[in-house]
């Protein structure tokens, strides 16, 4: 199984049948999942594992209060509401997209919240909401959930969605002690991307991936990523090749 290392963005091989790629790329397939299933997490999946990773080894559990997934919708905010629930938390989703409410309760989230509540201009320092969060956006989106934190809470930031700009004051890291920790997935050393597989065989429902699956041929897949670059896909996307 291979994900990151600049494969699709530096290097040959999406969407073919073989690939030749260097070894210590490859991990092994964890036994919880199919070949299908794995894909259906995907680079997207894995990368939610490593947020909700770092939010435990921050120490934030399910009794330390809310936890908030923006861009809850996609593909690392599906799995991240996903895993976050099995795992006890009370999880609030953030989306753009509000008819999805029902889909992201079907994934357990708790509460939902639209995209606008965080979208404009907020001041320093807000009321204080969540232990944690995961998000996907970046830019303005990013700011006011900082500001928003609870003293000594987490933010794991995995995206940039909603811009690569950071419009924030230093207000919460140093009057509230919150943490802001980046994620990478591409360059992710191989024992943490091992153990984030693990986990999810462990911590992931297989039931809820068909729920947040799609399957397209691959003529339909330059369509389909301009959908997703649009923000108008959910949950996942797979592209079956000989029949995955």
């Not at 997490?41 to 908030?68: F, K, Q």
Request: glycine share 14%; hydrophobic share 45%; proline share 5%.
């Amino acid at each position: 199984m291979l994900n990151g290392w600049g494969v699709g963005e530096v290097h040959w091989g999406g969407l073919a049948e073989l690939a030749r790629v260097k070894a210590e790329w490859l991990i092994p397939l964890e036994p919880a999942f199919t070949p299908a299933q794995a894909m259906s997490i995907g680079t997207a999946g894995y990368t939610a594992m490593l947020c909700v990773m770092a939010l435990e080894r921050h120490g934030i559990t399910p009794d330390s209060g809310e936890v908030l997934v923006t861009g809850a919708a996609g593909g690392v905010g599906s799995v991240a509401v996903a895993v976050l629930a099995k795992l006890g938390y009370h999880v609030v989703a953030v989306t753009g997209r509000l008819e999805e409410a029902d889909y992201l309760t079907g994934l357990g989230a708790k509460r939902i919240l639209p995209r606008s509540d965080f979208s404009e201009p907020g001041k320093p320092l807000g009321r204080e909401q969540w232990a944690g969060a995961v998000d996907v956006a970046g830019g303005r989106v990013l700011a006011n959930v900082c500001a928003s934190m609870q003293y000594r809470g987490v933010v794991a930031a995995c995206g940039l969605a909603g811009g690569m700009d950071f419009p924030a004051t230093v207000a919460p890291f140093i009057l509230r002690g919150v943490t802001l920790a980046g994620i990478d997935s591409v360059m992710c050393p191989p024992a943490e991307r091992r153990e984030a597989w693990r986990r999810l065989g462990q911590d992931l429902d297989p039931s809820v991936l068909d729920a947040m699956t799609n399957r397209i041929a691959i003529e339909d897949a330059i369509g389909v990523s301009e959908q997703l670059i649009a923000g108008a896909v959910r949950g996942r996307v797979i592209v079956p090749i000989n029949d995955l």
